[in-house]
Each structure stands twice: as C-alpha cells, then as structure tokens.
C-alpha cells in the first residue's frame, strides 16, 4: 500500500475544531487493519537501522503509532504528556500555540543520558510541539536521532523549525 493510499483513507472534516480549520481524522485509516499496518511500517522504514533505545511517544495520538513502532524496534517507550498527568518528579516546557501556550512533562528518570530516542506523533504542522518535545529529551541529554510523523502539513512549514534532526513523514499536505 502506498503512501497515496494511505492518505486517501484519511477523512477530511472542514471547521473542525473551528471555523477555517480542515481537519485530517486518521481513525478512518486507523480502523483498517491493513493501512495501520503500513502506516507504522512506513514512519518505521527510514529509522529502522537507526539503533533506537527509546521511542518517545507525543500525546495522544503519538501513542497510537509509538507504542507498536516500540515493540517492533525491541525499544523503551516513553510517552511526554500535558501538563499534570505524570506521577513521578518530572520534567517540563513550555511552548507557544497559535493562541496562548501549552505545557509538556516527561519523567525525570524515563531517558538515561546518550540513550538514542525516536520521537513519534501523528501530526507534523507548525513544529512546536515537537520542538518542545525534544528540548525534554536533551535536558535529559537523550540523542535525538530521529523525528517521525504519519503527516506533514509542508504549508505550515514545521520541518523548518527541525533543522538538523532527521525528520520523516509519510503522507504531505
């Protein structure tokens, strides 16, 4: 299955969350078996010889594709959670949204330094959430060696902001 079919497979709701907004469901990707399937083989492929250690998981949707992509690397899985959902002493950032700010956390002891780290969300848009992302993981001096998404939205420009990070995505917008 190629890329092409994945993203046909990908329903597109207009003003969702709000007017002017076009939004990208991959449930109805998720709910077959098969273009699931591929999707993580494909966000895997460019990583695979990579000699991942840890895979960090983006909520929520992250989790979705980090946690099998995990399991088939025989890696660590990590997940960085908003604000207040972790139990253990942790680590934060804050980032900008369009309007206002966000925070992440991740555990303090959930990355050992030099461990290498691939973090995975569905979405690649603007780029800031993910670049809050891999502020946590250096700070716990992880190596970043690779970024994957299921999508990029190119018009919003975020790999721009992942200069100097391996960066995959496997359908474009």
């Not at 709701?13 to 998720?30: E, R």
């Not at 966000?43 to 099998?68: C, K, N, T, W, Y």
């Not at 207040?84 to 959930?110: C, F, M, Q, W």
């Not at 716990?140 to 200069?163: C, I, M, P, T």
Request: proline content about 5%; hydrophobic content about 45%; cysteine-free.
């Amino acid at each position: 299955m190629s890329a092409e079919e994945l993203r046909a497979r990908i329903r597109e709701i207009p003003d969702f969350p709000k007017p002017g907004i076009l939004f990208y469901d991959i449930t109805t990707l998720l709910k077959a078996p098969a273009a699931y399937r591929e999707a993580i083989d494909l966000m895997l492929e460019p990583h695979r010889e990579a000699g991942i250690e840890v895979v960090v998981g983006m909520e929520s949707r992250g989790f979705i594709f980090s946690s099998p992509m995990a399991y088939v690397l025989g890696a660590g899985l990590v997940p960085v959670r908003k604000l207040g959902k972790l139990p253990a002493e942790t680590l934060t950032v804050e980032y900008a949204l369009e309007y206002g700010s966000n925070t992440l956390e991740i555990h303090r002891d959930a990355i050992s330094p030099g461990q290498r780290v691939l973090i995975v969300d569905d979405l690649l848009a603007t780029g800031g959430t993910v670049r809050g992302t891999i502020e946590l993981v250096e700070r716990l001096k992880g190596k970043v060696v690779g970024l994957a998404f299921l999508v990029e939205l190119e018009f919003l420009k975020g790999r721009e902001r992942l200069q100097g990070y391996h960066v995959s995505s496997v359908i474009r917008y």
